[in-house]
């Protein structure tokens, strides 16, 4: 009985991990052929069975980013900087690339500059700094009377 036992708890990693690579290889595969849509929802699928994967978050990023769907690209791609602590320094680096992608789609020049310069990406962080300084001033709310 004891030898079951442990033969089955040593056999749940192996299949939670098969479960979770279910949707990788589809997502990734619709990520290629261009479908984001497709990819996307694969990718959701995955980082809500696993949310700190953040290989499938930076993924799921790049597909709303591809969507033109940039807040929510922002909020993946955030939690795939937040999980990233293996990622080797290049991974890392694409991740803020990303990032700065999508602050610079919303507008957030000083957060996107940031992001690029953390990306090591000095040419994109001075052509948003440049976008920053000629942005129109943001207008102050009305107030109601």
Known sequence: MRHRLGL???????????????????GVAAFKKGDYRAAATEFEDVATRDPRNW???LYLGRAYSKLGKYPLAEHALLAAERHAREAKPAEKKRIWKQLGFAYEKQKKYGKSREAYLKAGETKSA??????ESTAPPKR??????
């Open 126 to 131: 001075e052509r948003v700094a440049g976008k």
């Open 55 to 57: 290989e499938a978050q």
């Open 140 to 145: 102050a709310p009305k107030r109601k009377r």
């Open 8 to 26: 089955l708890l040593a056999l749940i990693p192996i299949c939670a991990s098969s479960f979770v690579l279910a949707g990788w290889d589809e």
